[in-house]
Each structure stands twice: as C-alpha cells, then as structure tokens.
C-alpha cells in the first residue's frame, strides 16, 4: 500500500519558525508536492521537490530526502494568516497523486 | 483569472437521487482530475483524464461513479443512487500533463446526502 504520515496538528506562535515532517512509503515516486489548504478552501500549491535538497520560497522551504522517505515544510516568520491545513503529496510513476492527511496549523498571538 | 471553476458549490441531495458535477479546468491543461475529499483527510484520487482518453480509475470508484469529458475540455463527474457516504467535497484539479506536473485545484463541490 501507500503511506503517506504526517502530524495531525501543531501549534506555533506568530512570527516564530515551524517544521512540518512528511515520511512516505509509495510504490513509485515522481516527486513531492506540499499544498495549502485554508478550511473550506481548496487546496493551493505551495512547492515541488524531486531531488534530495532545500528548495527555498520567500516564507516557505521544502526539504526531500529521498532515501529516507522524508520531506518537511519550513515556514519562517509566521503569520495569523498561515494558519491552515499543509499537505504532503506524493506523484507516483502512473501520474495518481496520493496525499496526507494533512497537518492542521494554528498560529497564535 | 481564469483558473479550475466547479458547479455547483454546494449540493444537498436526497439518498438514492442521481446528482452531477460539473468541472472546467484551466484552458490550456490537458490533464483534469478528480478527487473526494473528507473532513480532517487529504483529498482521495478517484480518476484523471489526458485529454478527452479516461487514463486511470481508482478502486475508490464504484459502479456507482462515472465521470466524461468529451470534448477534452470540461468534465462532469454523476454518481448515481446517492448513499449517505458520499457526503463529501468533490475537488477537481487540472495540470499541464508533463511528467512531474503541478495540478492546480477547484473550489470543489460539496454534496450532502440526507
């Protein structure tokens, strides 16, 4: 089967530093994809990894380690506004694309 | 903007009634997906399209499930004599089709069934 874990949810102050891990076991893999989700929203991009390494975006990095079966998300100088679900997603070889279930972040003052 | 649009937002059925979704992707994608997503879950994959050509279907998809596009633009996706257990937000998304490809989301439809 497919396994894809993370945190069910985390707790963070605003304008501290979060990390957010993701281990997966798939049978394929085309790369990594962490999205955002606000509550009753749909799902927004956030970055893509396919090769081992820090992949840095303003707020936000992704990290992969591909051997290990390991992402997480880096989000630096949080905002009230960053509190949302983020999602681990893995693309497998036949272009199906499996998910977390999702970290639920809460930014507090 | 013209990103992935879905209709409707928000439909509330009665059990054992025929409801259909509808999902235009972005213009110049190929590729447009569906998935069913849960409360405190991450969205299910249930089957894509390259083109108009249905490429793959998850298990997830009962007989029950069917999902077009015929003309390889928007999709529709029916599910017939509803259940209690298919109360849950239906997300379509849509990408390039390239390799490795980024899927961009709907606002999703979100079905009840009473």
Redesign the interface.
Known sequence: GQNIDQPTEMTATEGAIVQINCTYQTSGFNGLFWYQQHAGEAPTFLSYNVLDGLEEKGRFSSFLSRSKGYSYLLLKELQMKDSASYLCAVSLDNNDMRFGAGTRLTVKP | DTG?SQNPRHKITKRGQNVTFRCDPISEHN?L?W?RQTL??????LT?FQNEAQ??K?RLLSDRFSAERPKGSFSTLEIQRTEQGDSAMY?CASSWGT??D???????TRLTVL
């Open positions: 992935v590729r997906y998935y405190g879950q991450g969205p299910e994959f894509y490429l793959e998850s997300l390799r490795t980024t899927q961009y989301f709907g606002p999703g």
